[in-house]
């Protein structure tokens, strides 16, 4: 247990310093291309400063995960049991997912929607097309536990729910992380903190490769965050956010342990909800606004909160939710 404790951290120490390396090289290409992001009117008026940042940072992450993951992989083909055929399926979720995010991204920076990205309903078609398959494989080809819960032996089954539900999971997950990609710093800690508590409950479970995939993303993420923390110089775009959000819940899916990402992910999950009830009472009151702005990191800093002192407490509370997650997982 100690050994696979050292090669999973020694996993993230590497990954981080493969996305710090090549950040500076990605963000020129990315400067010279004018990749940059664009402001919505309505967001409140110090967001204009990240006007022109470059966006689709989502790549710079991407690639040392699939590098890594990819070579290890290769290295069974040899003999050596570093990484198991399972964790194809989180990446290969991440890479699809990160391929959807970028040509949203493009399509909003320099195609015929400029300043919107691709239409809902396509880039929602895009996203339950890879869920379905993705549920599908991991219902009939890895055999994945349906679903555990806390206080409860044994696995409980779903049938043929699972891969709707999965799919559902996976959709809505996505989702969420893009709604809480809004602050610099802020998706990116609050999903490499869920993907340790996943990566956590892996090793727990015995799931060692997963584990390993789990803390090559949080090494990954902690490398785009030296370019992403306040001020930032890169923005991970729908390109990260949809692959963060799908590949976690995924993870949380491969464990058996995903009625935990309410508790886990709860940051995005208060995201998205805000958006949903932002909306709703929007309709239901013709016009009237519940929050001052939605997603909600938005309404607090429109109450005056700064943005480091949004992330760092949402932060925070991420801390806390994992911490709880582990430990509910253990009962």
Partial sequence: MTQNNAFVLGLAMFSFVMTVIWGPPLLRVLRHFKVGKIIRVEEPDRHRLKMGTPTMGGILFIIPVLLLTGLLNAANLIGFDVIGSSVLVPLIVLVAYGALGAIDDWEGIRGKRR????????????????????????????DVPEMLLPGIKGEIELGWWYVPIAAFIIVSESNAVNF????????????????????????LQGQIFLARFCFTVVGALFGFLWFNVHPAEL?????????????????ALMTGQWPLLLIVAVV???????????????????????????????????????ETQVVQRFWLIALLAAMVGIGLALV
């Fill in 115 to 142: 300043g919107e990205g691709m239409t809902a309903r396509a880039k929602f078609l895009g996203q339950v097309v890879l869920a379905l398959g993705t549920a599908y494989v991991l219902k009939y080809f890895l």
């Fill in 268 to 306: 995005p999950l208060a995201e998205a909800l805000s958006v949903v009830i932002q909306i709703g009472y929007f309709k239901l009151t013709k016009g009237r606004r519940f929050f001052k702005m939605a997603p909600i990191h938005l309404h607090f800093e429109l109450l005056g909160w700064s």
């Fill in 180 to 203: 809480t990609d809004g602050l610099d710093g802020l998706a990116g800690l609050i999903t490499a903190t869920a993907f340790a508590a996943f990566g956590g409950i892996a090793l």
């Fill in 235 to 251: 923005i991970m775009g729908d390109t990260g956010s949809l692959a963060l959000g799908s590949t976690l819940a995924v993870v």
